[in-house]
């Protein structure tokens, strides 16, 4: 049977309307990639599987929980969407608005949103609105419209945004047959540690379940600093976020799997980002280099015991910001006489 969307394939699962026509792009059925080259390079004696989120219709993990945004923002009658975003929110909003033949609005930082996820929304016809202040600075904004008429929040503060997140579990457990040891995933506004965890937790409801590692940049990490970060700094954009709306989903999440949060720093995420690239084909944005570059370091801390099986999820596609990528990658060379 063809695939048809994770509303198409979980509908029994996910909360929706009655009579609810799902608006959808195909989303979801992402693959669960073995990643031995990988595993063996971070010297670890462990069975490492990738869930490569890039492959969404958007190029990133948000498809999920949009599908299901606005489908409920249909059913509602909503005619504009809004969201604010460091980038693959707002790609995935104005893409799956205009599927709905609705309208689509983005607030962003100024100057703080990769290049590849701002074009994706000005191609499917958002109207952008640049502010000077930060991620957070922006989703305040969107907070106090969200109870205009004919206006739908599709931030993850959209509690049906973590229920389509949620399917990717869903998918990593009957992809295996069992249950991942450990799962790993980067953390900025904390939206999908939360839905993770939600997943393995309806799925496995009386356990096993993973032990959840969630990795924040070191320059963007309030949940492991234990306080809010007013001007968070990090090369990765799509986690640069300094008082993330699921925070306390997170910690949660971490706490009830004795897992953990935890940071690493831009140097190494950017060598785990060319890594992932070099030992496996695999190229993602930089915020999915966060839990790379985490069990790198969970492994020589001797977290992860031999023979584990752990899950990690990639959230991104690197084409979102080729800015990066060229900026550690090198140009090519100058062109000879052939």
Known sequence: MSWGGIIHAYRDRLPLPPGAKAVTLFEGNTP?????????????????RLKYEGLNPTASFKDRGMTMAITHAVAK?????????????????????????ISSAVIIPS???????????LIHGAKILPILGNFDDALNLVRQMSDLPGVEVVNSINPVRIEGQKTASFEILEALGKTPDFHFLPVGNAGNITAYWKGFCEALPTGPRPRMFGWQAAGAAPLVDGHIVKDPQTVATAIR????????????????????????????????????????GVFVEPACAAPVAG???SIA???IPKGSL?????TGHGLKDPDTA??????PSEPITP
């Open 310 to 314: 752990v899950t990690m999820t990639l």
């Open 326 to 331: 060229l900026s550690v990658a090198g140009k």
């Open 111 to 121: 100057g703080k949103i990769a290049l590849g996820k701002l074009t994706q929304a």
């Open 301 to 303: 801390a001797g977290w």
């Open 77 to 101: 009658g909503a005619k504009v969407v809004i969201c604010a975003s460091t980038g693959n929110t707002s790609a995935s909003a104005a893409a799956y608005a205009a599927r709905a033949g």
């Open 295 to 297: 069990l790198k370091k």
């Open 32 to 48: 669960l990639l073995p990643a031995p080259r990988l595993a063996s390079a971070l010297q670890g004696d462990i069975d490492l």
């Open 241 to 280: 976020i300094g008082n993330p709306a699921s925070g306390p989903g997170a910690l949660a999440a971490a706490k009830e799997s004795n897992g953990r949060i935890d940071k690493v720093t831009d140097e190494e995420i950017l060598e785990a980002y060319q890594l992932l690239a070099k030992t496996e």
